[in-house]
C-alpha cells in the first residue's frame, strides 16, 4: 500500500508541474527564476520523499522476511512437538493382548489343613506352621516332641566322668535341636502367613504391568513397576534365605550326632586298648575264683 501511494504522489507532483511547464516554456519562451528554484526544490523534496519511501519499503520488507521465517520456524516446532506426542502416545498404550500372551499363574503357599487332633497334641504343632510365632512354635515343639527326662542330681552325681561326659553330650544335641526345630517352625508359618499379604502385592503389580491404561504406561510408571518387582524379589529372596539356613541348621544337628558316635566310638576304642589287661586279668580271676568255689564231689564237699 506504501509503494501504491509513493507511485500516485510522484505522478501527481510531475502532473502538477505540467501546466508549469507549458507555461513558461510553451508559447513565448519566458525564464522566470523563481519559479524554477521552486520547481527545483519541489523536485528535491520529492526525490527526498521518494527514498524515504523507498527506505520504508526496504524495512518493511525485511520485517516480512523475519516474519516468515518466525513462521516457518513456528511450523517447524508445531510439526515436531506433534510428532513427539504421537511418539508418547504410541510408547503409552499397552498391546491389547499382552495380558493374554504373557499372564501366568504361579504356586501360593497353602494352610496346613487342620489334622484330627486325636490326643491333643497336633493342633499345636499345626498352628505354629501356619502362623508362625516363637511362643507357638514352643508350644507345638513340646505338645508334639518327646521330651528327654532330667536325671535325678544323685543319679548323674554317682556316674563315672565317662558316663557323665556321655550324658551331657547327648543333652546338648537334644536342646540344639529343640531350639533349632522351633525356630524353623516359626520361620515356616511366618513365611506362610505374610504370603497372602505377598501374593496380593504380586496380584497388584501384574494387574499394573498388563493394565491398557496409559497412566500406567509411562516412563516413570514403568521405572516403579521396576523397583516394586526388584524390592519383592528382595523379600522373596530373604524368604528363601530363612529356609535355607533353617535346613542347613537341620543338617548341622544330624552332624553333630554323627560327629558324636563317632567320637564316642573312638574314645571307647582308646579305653578298651588302654584297660584290656586289667580287665582280662580281673575276669580271669574271678573267673578262677569262681571255678575253685566250685565242688565236684558226690558228697557236696
Known sequence: MKAIRTVLSVFGLFTAFAPMAHAQFG???????TQSAHALQQIEQGESQLQKWATELNNWQQHLLKEAQIYTTAEQTRTQIVTM????????????????????DWSQWQ??????????????????????????????????????????SGNYSSLDSRTQATVANQYATSELAQTTT???????????????AFASKLTNLESDTFSTDPSQQTQNALLGKINSATLLQIHSQQDTNQLLAASIQQQLIAQKQQIDAQNRAI????????NFANTMQNVSSGVSTSLHAISLSTTGQ
Do not use: H, K, W
Open 27 to 33: 508559447s513565448g519562451i519566458v525564464y522566470d527564476p
Open 85 to 104: 506426542y504421537n511418539l508418547a502416545y504410541q510408547m503409552s498404550t499397552m498391546p491389547q493382548n499382552l495380558a493374554a500372551r504373557y499372564r501366568a
Open 111 to 152: 494352610s496346613l489343613a487342620a489334622p484330627p487332633n486325636t490326643y491333643g497334641n497336633t493342633s499345636p504343632l499345626v498352628n505354629a506352621l501356619n502362623f508362625g510365632g516363637l511362643p507357638q512354635s514352643q508350644q507345638g515343639y513340646t505338645s508334639a516332641y518327646v521330651q528327654p527326662q532330667g536325671y535325678p
Open 182 to 196: 522351633t525356630n524353623t517352625l516359626s520361620t515356616l508359618g511366618t513365611i506362610r502367613t505374610n504370603e497372602s
Open 267 to 274: 574314645n571307647n576304642s582308646i579305653y578298651f586298648q588302654q
